[in-house]
Antibody
Framework: QVQLQESGPGLVKPSQTLSLTCTVS??????????WSWIRQPPGKGLEWIGY???????YYNPSLKSRVTISVDTSKNQFSLKLSSVTAADTAVYYC????????????WGQGTLVTVSS | SYELTQPLSVSVALGQTARITCGGN??????VHWYQQKPGQAPVLVIY???NRPSGIPERFSGSNSGNTATLTISRAQAGDEADYYC??????????FGTGTKVTVL
């Protein structure tokens, strides 16, 4: 059974960079059958896709966030990471990592999520 | 950009059938996926590629997709089905898109 676990600071100051890591267990991040993705959900609101990465390092980002987002992968640690720069209060959300079935684009496994608050 | 519209809420009597719609331009030409999210929990995939159920999802959950509307149907609704439900598609111009979400209440 694949499991994903997010980790990182729960509080980030405005204008700084949000950094999170997702650790994958029970499966290899180097499997060619999946992408690895970040999704967020502001309190009381809906889901917003941030982007995904393939084990080779290829990325695809939400056009609305593209200028501020970087997703990277570390296959040796079976981890992938998110960096979101120049954050504001609007970036306060629960951040989820998830596995995406390649070419089908559905999210079949999710992490439990981690709340990141942007505040001074 | 591509948009998906869902009703804000749907109510269903215990044991009856709930239908949650997801509207989008020519959505019938796309693969639609559905997620269930209970309070404080991560979303769970309940339907993929319009009408397929992942392992462990009850047969009471079914899906269809045609024209401009996709539908998630919950038969014989149970109290445990109370949750928010989101549709999702991949669009070539917008990439991954989630619907606005529907809160299902079982009366």
């Amino acid at each position: 059974q694949v499991q994903l676990q997010e980790s990182g600071p729960g509080l980030v100051k405005p204008s700084q960079t949000l950094s999170l890591t997702c650790t994958v267990s029970g499966g290899s991040i180097s499997s060619g059958d999946y992408y690895w993705s970040w999704i967020r959900q502001p309190p009381g609101k809906g889901l917003e896709w941030i982007g995904y990465i393939y084990y080779s390092g290829s990325t695809y980002y939400n056009p609305s966030l593209k200028s501020r987002v970087t997703i990277s992968v570390d296959t040796s640690k079976n981890q992938f990471s998110l960096k979101l720069s120049s954050v504001t209060a609007a970036d306060t959300a629960v951040y989820y990592c998830a596995r995406v079935v390649r070419w089908q684009y559905y999210f079949d496994y999710w992490g439990q999520g981690t709340l990141v608050t942007v505040s001074s | 950009s591509y948009e998906l519209t869902q009703p804000l809420s749907v109510s269903v009597a215990l044991g009856q059938t709930a239908r949650i719609t997801c509207g989008g331009n020519n959505i019938g030409s796309k693969n639609v996926h559905w997620y269930q999210q209970k309070p404080g929990q991560a979303p769970v995939l309940v339907i993929y590629r319009d009408s397929n159920r992942p392992s462990g999802i009850p047969e009471r959950f079914s899906g269809s997709n045609s024209g401009n509307t996709a539908t998630l149907t919950i038969s014989r609704a149970q109290a445990g089905d109370e949750a928010d439900y989101y549709c999702q598609v991949w669009d070539s111009s917008t990439a991954n898109v989630f619907g606005t979400g529907t809160k299902v209440t079982v009366l």
